[in-house]
Nanobody, 126 residues
Framework: QMQVAESGGALVEAGGSLRLSCTFSGVTSGDYARGWFRQVPGKEREGISC????????VYSDSVKGRFTISRDNVNNTLYLQMDSLKPEDTATYYC???????????????????WGQGTLVTVSS
């Protein structure tokens, strides 16, 4: 059974940086993409970034484009999200997921596989 574990969340001042990590276990087949999502209480979870299996393509939502960078280590089955120039509106719980697409095309956020992990909380103070 596939499991994910997010880490790296913290309290940071606006303008600061954080690096989130996500480890996957039990992913047995398929050269699938990986994605990051975030959720604010009372709002729907949103997909903010996706990376294709060989990192040949990355996709970002408008809200994080130019400030966040997604990357992955396929040897260690780990996903990263470098977050720079953080804003108070980035405050959320962040989640990662396997995306059952090869290249993050189309509505990749609708193609998540497996259960959600616990997430990691990022709080950005103004």
């Amino acid at each position: 059974q596939m499991q994910v574990a997010e880490s790296g969340g913290a309290l940071v001042e606006a303008g600061g940086s954080l690096r989130l990590s996500c480890t996957f276990s039990g992913v047995t087949s398929g050269d699938y993409a990986r994605g990051w999502f975030r959720q604010v209480p009372g709002k729907e979870r949103e997909g903010i970034s996706c990376i294709a299996f060989y990192s040949e393509r990355t996709v970002y939502s408008d809200s994080v484009k130019g400030r966040f960078t997604i990357s992955r280590d396929n040897v260690n089955n780990t996903l990263y999200l470098q977050m720079d120039s953080l804003k108070p509106e980035d405050t959320a719980t962040y989640y990662c997921a396997v995306i059952t697409r090869l290249d993050c095309s189309g509505s990749w956020w609708d193609h998540r596989a497996g259960a959600w992990g616990q997430g990691t909380l990022v709080t950005v103070s103004s």
